[in-house]
Structure formats: C-alpha cells, structure tokens
C-alpha cells in the first residue's frame, strides 16, 4: 500500500499538467488573430500632478513580438513608468503606462499610442489607439489658480537719512575701490595668455557614414553572431549621418523623435522608406530581441549606403563656358 502512493501522486501531477495544458490549448482561438489594440484609463478625471495609469491591451497571434512607441508622443502628458504584465493568454497581452501631466485644470488629451509588429509576410505595420479625453481638476479655489489684475504700488514711505553715517560709508567705498586699484596696479597677477587648438574640420557627412559603415563591415560582427551590437552600431550611424545632413538633433533620440524631425526637414519618401526600415528593425532586435532572417541583416548595409547615396548632397553643376566670338566668327 506505501509503494502505491508514489505512483498515485505521479498520476495526479501528470493530470494537472493535462489539464492546465488543454486550458492554455483551449484560450487560443481557432484560426488567424486579427491585430488590435485599447487602452483603458484607470480614470477619466484626474488633479494636475496626479498620475494616472492606462492600461493597454494588445491582441496579436501566438508567439508574435511588437514594440509599444512611448516618449514625446505622450505629449502633454510624460511617461512616468511602464510594467508590463504576465500575458492573459498566448494571443493578448497588456502592460501599464504611468503617466502624469502638468497643465492648468482643464480638458486634455491622451494622445493616440502607436504599435509596430511584424505582420504574417514579415513586413512592418502598426497600429494606434484610438485618442482618450481626461479632464484636469484642482482642489485649490480660484484665489489662487486665477490670474488677478496688478495691485496699485504702494503709496511712498518717508524714509530718513542720516547724512553723517552716509558720507562716511561713501568715503569707505571709495577708499577700498582705490586700494583694489593699487593692489591689481602693483601685485596683481599678469594675465595669462590661453592657446585655444583648433580641432580639424569633420568631414562632409555621407563621406563619414560611408567610412563608419566600411568599418561596421570589416569588424564582422554578423559572422561572430553578435547581431544585437551590429544593429546598434548600424542605427548609430544612419541618425548621425540624417543629423548631419538635414540639420537635425541626433544625440539620444528615440527613432520616433527622428523620424518626426526629418520629416519636417523634407526628407524624401523614398529615402524615407528605406531608413525607416532600417531603423525599425534596429529597434526591434535591440528592445524585443527578435532575430531577423540572416538574409535581411546581410542586406542592411547595402540599404545603408543606398540611402546615403539617394539623400547626400549633389554637387552643383559645372558653369558654363562663354565660347569666344572669334571662334564662332571662323566656323561661319
């Protein structure tokens, strides 16, 4: 009877795992799971300061990666935290944004918030939600948050002088004004020249992007498998160079923030396209760490230098050259 209950609780286990097995089989739908996304607020009136959580639910098929784009395009609200949470089921996960803003009370909007995935054939796509209104209240009363007219100045108040104590504190300032005179005449220090090296001009930016991308090419990182550092590398050099050229800032700037920047500097749509590719797929190796097929990461340079190519600037077109009218006089 005691060797019999081993086997009895290794049956209960392997029933339990069955059974949580056909429960996780059973949440996941038949047939293709459409992408969609919502978000909920926890509220829709809030105090100024207050932060406010927003739940986001995505539904996406099994196993599929996707990016949430947060930052400045929360404005006027700012991202104060994200947790994301244990996915509900294979297809639908959610995660909280924090956020908090810092107006004057009155109506605002959350923003519409954007999620890139890759669809069934491997290309980008996205999606947003759909705008949410949220109205600002304050506890404190209008004495305080109205703005009130200027007060009158304060009528003149006699004040009195003593005169005495008045020529003696301008007779001190007048004595240790001469003495810093003779001391800055006679012991101060000579002033110091200051050489100032002049760094070399940089060069022009397709001819450093096209240099940094050769040298991307030749540290191999691809064939030692470090792919998450060559996507790095490889988005490093693309928003400087789209810095550079479109006099745009690029230092620690989200992709989304530079896409935004370069579209107002009118950056072409082809070149756009191409750079948004790379850029996008550059984020999603690095922040979902999903592994693109190893002939796409093999294309990434040559886009690269493509869309240098496309975007840099031409070099303007010879003068023309005034024939000399003896020369045309001899070929009549």
Same mark, same amino acid.
């Given at each position: 009877?005691?060797?019999?209950?081993?086997?009895?609780?290794?049956?209960?286990?392997?029933?339990?795992?069955?059974?949580?097995?056909?429960?996780?089989?059973?949440?996941?739908?038949?047939?293709?799971?459409?992408?969609?996304?919502?978000?909920?607020?926890?509220?829709?009136?809030?105090?100024?300061?207050?932060? &406010? /959580?927003?739940?986001?639910?995505?539904?996406?098929?099994?196993?599929?990666?996707?990016?949430?784009?947060?930052?400045?395009?929360?404005?006027?609200?700012?991202?104060?935290?994200?947790? =994301?949470?244990?996915?509900?089921?294979?297809?639908?996960?959610?995660?909280?944004?924090?956020? %908090?803003? !810092?107006?004057?009370?009155? =109506?605002?909007?959350?923003?519409?918030?954007?999620?890139?995935?890759?669809?069934? *054939?491997?290309?980008?796509? *996205?999606?947003?939600? %759909?705008?949410?209104?949220?109205?600002?209240?304050?506890?404190?009363?209008?004495?305080?948050? @109205?703005?009130? @007219?200027?007060? =009158?100045?304060?009528? =003149?108040?006699?004040?009195?002088?003593?005169?005495?104590?008045?020529?003696? &504190?301008?007779?001190?300032?007048?004595?240790?004004?001469?003495?810093?005179?003779? !001391?800055?005449?006679?012991?101060?220090?000579?002033?110091? $020249?200051? *050489?100032?090296?002049?760094?070399?001009?940089?060069?022009?930016? #397709?001819? #450093?992007? #096209?240099?940094?991308?050769?040298?991307? $090419?030749?540290?191999?990182?691809?064939?030692?498998?470090?792919?998450?550092?060559? !996507?790095?590398?490889?988005?490093?050099?693309?928003?400087? !160079?789209?810095?550079?050229?479109?006099?745009?800032?690029?230092?620690?700037?989200?992709?989304?923030?530079?896409?935004? @920047?370069?579209?107002?500097?009118?950056?072409?749509?082809?070149?756009?396209?191409?750079? @948004?590719?790379? &850029?996008?797929?550059?984020?999603?190796?690095?922040?979902?760490?999903? $592994?693109?097929?190893?002939?796409? *990461? /093999?294309?990434?340079?040559?886009?690269?230098?493509?869309?240098?190519?496309?975007?840099?600037?031409?070099?303007?077109?010879?003068?023309?050259?005034?024939?000399?009218?003896?020369?045309?006089?001899?070929?009549?």
């Amino acid at each position: 009877m005691m060797r019999a209950w081993p086997v009895l609780g290794l049956l209960a286990a392997l029933a339990a795992c069955g059974q949580g097995l056909a429960e996780q089989a059973a949440s996941i739908p038949q047939g293709p799971v459409e992408w969609t996304v919502t978000a909920h607020p926890e509220k829709n009136e809030i105090q100024v300061g207050e932060t &406010l /959580n927003l739940e986001l639910t995505v539904r996406h098929p099994a196993d599929a990666e996707f990016l949430v784009a947060t930052g400045e395009n929360l404005a006027p609200f700012e991202l104060v935290e994200r947790v =994301d949470a244990e996915p509900a089921s294979p297809v639908e996960s959610r995660l909280t944004l924090r956020i %908090a803003t !810092y107006r004057l009370p009155g =109506d605002v909007t959350i923003p519409p918030i954007k999620v890139e995935y890759r669809n069934g *054939s491997g290309e980008l796509a *996205s999606l947003e939600t %759909a705008p949410i209104p949220i109205t600002l209240v304050t506890s404190l009363t209008p004495e305080v948050t @109205d703005i009130h @007219d200027i007060k =009158d100045p304060i009528a =003149d108040i006699p004040i009195p002088w003593e005169w005495g104590r008045l020529w003696w &504190l301008l007779g001190g300032l007048l004595a240790a004004a001469l003495a810093y005179l003779l !001391y800055r005449r006679f012991w101060g220090k000579k002033p110091q $020249v200051v *050489s100032v090296s002049l760094s070399a001009p940089l060069p022009p930016p #397709e001819v #450093e992007a #096209e240099a940094a991308l050769r040298r991307l $090419v030749e540290a191999k990182f691809l064939e030692k498998g470090q792919l998450r550092r060559f !996507y790095i590398e490889l988005a490093e050099i693309l928003k400087r !160079y789209a810095g550079r050229r479109f006099g745009v800032p690029f230092r620690e700037r989200t992709t989304a923030e530079i896409q935004k @920047d370069l579209r107002r500097a009118g950056l072409p749509a082809e070149g756009k396209g191409r750079l @948004d590719r790379i &850029l996008v797929t550059s984020d999603f190796v690095k922040f979902a760490r999903i $592994v693109p097929p190893e002939e796409e *990461s /093999n294309r990434m340079v040559p886009e690269a230098f493509r869309f240098i190519e496309e975007t840099k600037r031409k070099p303007p077109p010879p003068p023309e050259v005034a024939e000399p009218v003896g020369s045309r006089e001899a070929r009549r």
